[in-house]
């Protein structure tokens, strides 16, 4: 058996208090052939920044960005710093998490799509992005602990 990914997520939410999707039992990955999705999403919490998710191994992978992720090639690297994984219901999420909770404020969804996978491992996340705003080869490098790079690439792969 395969360890919950979502213990970590769960442990932080109660499911009565929030209006975030709180799964009860671990999740089930999806199985292919489908193309993998991604959600941006701004979040006014304590500051406004970004969450980048992806989904990979049945959760969205997340990285909360401080100053946007960028959208053009040759643009700014951005700090990405990893957070817990995230049910897959929560690519649709929008709303307000209550005073209080953990992530109080308000979350958007910035832009949404599926992705291309190029590669995936512990030092670099590498993917395609198809979306409405964002579009073109992104990668996550790994700098240590939580702390990731995130960088828009030229268009080709």
């Not at 897959?88 to 996978?117: C, K, M, N, W």
């Not at 993917?127 to 790994?142: A, K, S």
């Amino acid at each position: 058996m395969s360890p919950d990914r979502l213990h970590q997520y769960r442990a932080r939410r109660d499911a009565r208090q929030t209006p975030e999707p709180v799964p009860a039992r671990a999740p089930r990955r999806r199985l292919p052939p489908h193309a993998p999705s991604f959600v941006v999403q701004a979040h006014a919490a304590r500051r406004l920044h970004h969450d980048f998710r992806l989904e990979h191994d049945g959760v969205l992978v997340s990285w909360a960005v401080p100053k946007g992720v960028p959208s053009e090639a040759g643009g700014p690297n951005r700090l990405a710093v990893q957070t817990e994984d995230h049910p897959l219901e929560y690519a649709a999420f929008e709303g307000t998490i209550p005073a209080g909770e953990y992530g109080a404020g308000e979350v958007e969804r910035y832009d949404h799509g599926t992705y291309e996978l190029l590669k995936w491992d512990a030092r670099e996340v590498k993917v395609v992005l198809h979306g409405q705003r964002l579009e073109g080869t992104y990668v996550l490098i790994h700098t240590g602990e939580a702390n990731w790079l995130l960088h828009k690439m030229n268009a080709s792969p």
